[in-house]
């Protein structure tokens, strides 16, 4: 096991123009992979490329003003990728020019997400459902960078519609950089068990680097998902209660508990400082409840965030808790 993650922890990718290494990647994730996030996660390190929250492609061109808060970032978290969703070509294109000229350093087009309210609009794993429309929007996208492109995708709607092979060779052939691959259907939500046989066999078919996500949470399933032969390593909801999973996954080292306290303290000063009062405050229960499941005697922290009706009372929260750890 030890010769093979330090292996993996030492390899270098190219995605595009861009060097990656070691090749893990921090995933979009909706109301968490936030400019502050991100920058706990580099600060943890063990991490490649951060992504972006998902960013609707019609309210960024529309001028949003919630949309405004996903596009601040910090020189610290660069490599930084945007991941952009929608179902209009033309404004997709137009939304990833705006990004690049932002300066991210890659843009990701959202083919996978499951979400009804994504699917529903058109979006998401909805463009496995409609091979053109997702090769007109990667090729527009495609036109206007020069930056690179990835695409994020599942296997299909459902085990009998499998088409990742297929919008696979599309990216591949109209210049798409890399491709990440969540190995379950749009139907299987979370539920089940990634396939691996499906990763590995879009691996084998394309040149260009395809990298695994779906169920790592440990060393062992690190080493399931090397398996496939994949590039790089996508993760979302076990670095949402682990920001420090990278490190861990690839050093096999614990976070020290004051380590973890100093840092969560200060991403949440950092939260007060960035966002409005309302903002802020489910910011931080959010985060709070995810990281207490990592936390010794983290129920209590739970328990207690239910009365806490602003950030301060959240910080409040955290803090008592720290004291009564330090305390001892």
């Not at 929007?137 to 695409?151: A, D, F, Q, Y």
């Not at 691996?203 to 680097?209: A, E, G, M, Q």
């Amino acid at each position: 096991m030890k010769n093979t993650i330090e292996e993996f922890k030492n390899k270098k990718i190219k995605i595009g123009s861009l060097e990656v290494s070691p090749p893990t990647f921090l995933a979009p994730i909706a109301d968490i992979s936030d400019s502050v996030f991100r920058q706990i996660v580099k600060e943890f390190g063990g991490i490649g490329v951060v992504f972006s929250e998902m960013i609707s492609a019609d309210a960024l061109t529309r001028g949003c003003k919630k949309t405004s808060f996903m596009l601040n970032f910090d020189f610290s978290e660069k490599p930084l990728f945007f991941q952009i969703v929608g179902k209009e070509p033309l404004r997709m294109a137009m939304a990833a020019r705006m990004l690049e000229d932002l300066g991210a350093d890659g843009i990701d087009i959202n083919m996978g997400c499951p979400s009804k309210n994504v699917t529903k609009s058109g979006g998401g794993s909805a463009l496995l459902m409609d091979l053109k429309k997702a090769e007109e929007i990667i090729r527009k996208v495609r036109k206007v960078l020069s930056i690179p492109l990835t695409i994020k995708i599942r296997a299909g709607w459902n085990e009998n519609n499998l088409v990742y092979k297929e919008i696979g060779k599309i990216a591949e052939n109209e210049g798409v950089d890399a491709v990440f691959f969540h190995g379950r259907t749009k139907k299987q939500m979370y539920s089940g068990n990634v396939n691996y046989e499906w990763i590995a066999d879009l691996k084998s078919r394309l040149k260009i680097p395809v990298i695994g996500n779906g169920d790592i949470v440990g060393r062992e399933s690190l080493l399931k998902m090397l398996e496939t032969k994949c590039d790089g390593v996508m993760i979302a909801r076990a670095a949402i209660k682990k920001p420090w999973i990278f490190k861990e996954l690839l050093d096999n080292e614990k976070v020290e508990i004051e380590k973890l306290i100093e840092i969560i303290e200060k991403q949440f000063k950092r939260i007060m400082k960035i966002y409005p009062e309302n903002l802020a405050k489910h910011k931080m229960k959010l985060f709070l409840s995810w990281y207490s499941r990592s936390l010794p005697k983290g129920k209590s922290i739970r328990l207690q965030l239910n009365d806490a009706k602003t950030s301060k009372e959240v910080l409040n929260v955290f803090e008592n808790y720290r004291n009564s750890l330090l305390d001892k």
